[in-house]
């Protein structure tokens, strides 16, 4: 796995732009770690917490950046899901690109994974 991919709302990107390094989404911050899906699990997470939520940018990071703070750990149904307990340094995000929105409230991830 050489790419993670996090979905994030654009205005909270742009602030950790502004900063320097991403600390997370108030989910993450709550939960201690920045919450990461693969390639695979990315549409299931669109799915499941962004459906209808629009102005999101689908965030590709590269996991050999990373270094030993990053984990594979048991979450949704059991699947292994990448954890991150650390700030994420802006220098190993790969891209930053718009998650178009489609009219039924789902999300359209061609030529993004």
């Known amino acids: 796995m ?6 994030v709302a654009a205005a909270l990107w742009r602030k950790a732009q502004d900063r320097g390094r991403f600390d997370g989404a108030p989910i993450d911050i709550a939960d201690g770690y920045i919450h990461f899906s693969t390639a695979d699990q990315a549409k299931g997470t669109a799915a499941k917490y962004f459906h209808g939520q629009d102005d999101l940018l689908l965030i590709a990071v590269d996991t050999k950046r990373l270094g030993g703070v990053l984990r594979l750990e048991p979450s949704r149904d059991g699947a292994l899901f990448p954890h991150l307990y650390a700030a994420l340094p802006l220098d190993s995000v790969v891209f930053a690109k718009p998650l178009p929105l489609r009219p039924d409230g789902t999300h359209d991830f061609a030529g993004l994974l």
């Open 2 to 7: 050489d790419l993670i991919y996090k979905i």
